[in-house]
């Protein structure tokens, strides 16, 4: 199996729907994290966890919810999202949550809300 | 706050040709970690190379060598004798040197090696 996997790869979603991003690594990470790849902006980080705990909440709207059950899974819920949410949501892991570490990215899923 | 700029959107060669793709960077820290990242049409990004803010070394790794420059906050990535497979999305990225890792990214070069 890959390293990181993203499900679904693809997804439509309208602005009053709740749907979950699923996010898995099989590579013994203890860090996982969420960036967000739009069109028009640089990649920006969302979240981060290590051992499952949140370190880093990038100032994101409510309406994007992590939840990280254990070291190998990350979730993004989604509900109430704005078309401007649209977007290649990438998922990544690496050893631990040191600046040092190199991240491990998944395929993405992407995001289109209607 | 930290910034990356990568000026160079989008470039075309043709194969075989050497192409450099540029990379400044804004630090308040003294110490840091800066990165090249690959991003193919799958759209993972891959891991290429990491630097730390003490090590000024260039390096060379097949065809892939970078050149990092701390007096013009500068951190180059050449490809030689450039490939069709070559062509992806490229992204300079750098990291705070402790605590949980924020990657900043710069706005990536998208490169096109034509046949």
């Known amino acids: 199996e890959t390293g990181v996997t993203q499900t679904p790869r693809h997804l439509v979603m309208g602005m009053t729907n709740k749907k979950s991003l699923k996010c898995e690594q099989h590579?013994?990470?203890?860090?996982m994290y969420w960036y967000k790849q739009s069109a028009k902006k640089p990649l920006e980080l969302m979240f981060v966890y290590s051992l499952e705990e949140r370190v880093e909440n990038n100032s994101v709207p409510s309406r994007f919810s992590p939840e990280c059950p254990n070291s190998s899974h990350l979730f993004l819920h989604l509900h109430t999202l704005q078309p401007e949410d649209s977007a290649l949501y990438l998922c990544?892991?690496?050893?631990?949550?040191?600046?040092?570490?190199?991240?491990?990215f998944g395929q993405g899923t992407r995001l289109t809300v209607v | 706050a930290q910034k990356v700029t990568q000026a160079q959107t989008e470039i075309s060669v043709v194969e075989k040709e050497d192409v450099t793709l540029d990379c400044v960077y804004e630090t308040r820290d003294t110490t840091y970690y800066l990165f090249w990242y690959k991003q193919p049409p799958s759209g993972e990004l891959v891991f290429l190379i990491r630097r730390n803010s003490f090590d000024e070394q260039n390096e060379i790794s097949g065809r892939y060598s970078w050149n990092f420059q701390k007096s013009t906050s500068s951190f180059n990535f050449t490809i030689t004798a450039s490939q069709v497979v070559d062509s992806a999305v490229y992204f300079c990225a750098l990291s705070e040197f402790q605590g949980a890792q924020k990657l900043v990214f710069g706005q990536g070069t998208r490169l096109t090696i034509n046949p």
């Open positions: 990544a892991s690496s050893q631990d949550a040191g600046g040092s570490d190199e991240a491990f």
């Open positions: 590579l013994g990470h203890n860090a």
